[in-house]
T-cell receptor, first 116, second 111 residues
Framework: GAGVSQSPSNKVTEKGKDVELRCDPI?????LYWYRQSLGQGLEFLIY????????KSGLPSDRFSAERTGGSVSTLTIQRTQQEDSAVYLC??????????????FGPGTRLTVT | GEDVEQSLFLSVREGDSSVINCTYT??????LYWYKQEPGAGLQLLTY?????DMKQDQRLTVLLNKKDKHLSLRIADTQTGDSAIYFC???????????FGRGTSLIVHP
């Protein structure tokens, strides 16, 4: 596809259930990021993947959050035992090395998660 | 940690210029970015500036960087209603691949 895609676009789940959010980056982009955007807040960094290197998980808010990236392409963000405070828009972005090192990010449309 | 600050709201009249301001704390910032987010959409890169530049112009957009004061601004000339959106400033230090984002400035353009 031409851009970053995410699925589902909306997800409503009950408190305590597990959810999986999917991101398809732009083909050839080696870097992939997950962010969380809560109402009225900026972007909260969650996790960063770069090629085959170990991911930077420093932004994950708790051990209920995990992510994987298979084959250096598609990524899945999993939230276990969801809580109401997990309600937010989850954004995925990808980028690629450029000659100038600008590493501009290309964002997907996001998944809006609502925990009831 | 490093911080990026923006005012939360800006209201302008259609046809006027808009200036969105951003301050940051990371003295090692290498790249500074402006993103636009329309309702229900992800962020779209508008422009970026390298830290050794003080100005960059791209059609209606002008970015000014005052590295000494750690101040970045985005000027939109002849603002249109289609420019109504949230604008995010972000910075990235040379040693990091993870940018720090501000909370976003909501630009409201009224006729």
């Amino acid at each position: 596809g031409a851009g970053v895609s995410q699925s589902p676009s909306n997800k409503v789940t009950e408190k305590g259930k597990d959810v999986e959010l999917r991101c398809d980056p732009i083909s050839g982009h080696t870097a992939l990021y997950w962010y969380r955007q809560s109402l009225g807040q900026g972007l909260e960094f969650l996790i960063y993947f770069q090629g085959n290197s170990a991911p930077d998980k420093s932004g994950l808010p708790s051990d209920r959050f995990s992510a994987e990236r298979t084959g250096g392409s598609v990524s899945t963000l999993t939230i276990q035992r969801t809580q109401q405070e997990d309600s937010a828009v989850y954004l995925c972005a990808s980028s690629f090395p450029t000659s100038g090192g600008s590493y501009e990010q290309y964002f997907g449309p996001g998944t809006r998660l609502t925990v009831t | 940690g490093e911080d990026v600050e923006q005012s939360l709201f800006l209201s302008v009249r259609e046809g006027d210029s808009s200036v969105i301001n951003c301050t940051y704390t990371d003295s090692s910032s290498t790249y500074l970015y402006w993103y636009k987010q329309e309702p229900g959409a992800g962020l779209q890169l508008l422009t970026y500036i390298f830290s050794n530049m003080d100005m960059k112009q791209d059609q209606r957009l002008t970015v000014l960087l005052n590295k000494k004061d750690k101040h970045l601004s985005l000027r939109i000339a002849d603002t249109q209603t289609g420019d109504s959106a949230i604008y995010f400033c972000a910075e990235r230090g040379g040693g990091s691949y993870i940018p720090t984002f501000g909370r976003g400035t909501s630009l409201i353009v009224h006729p």
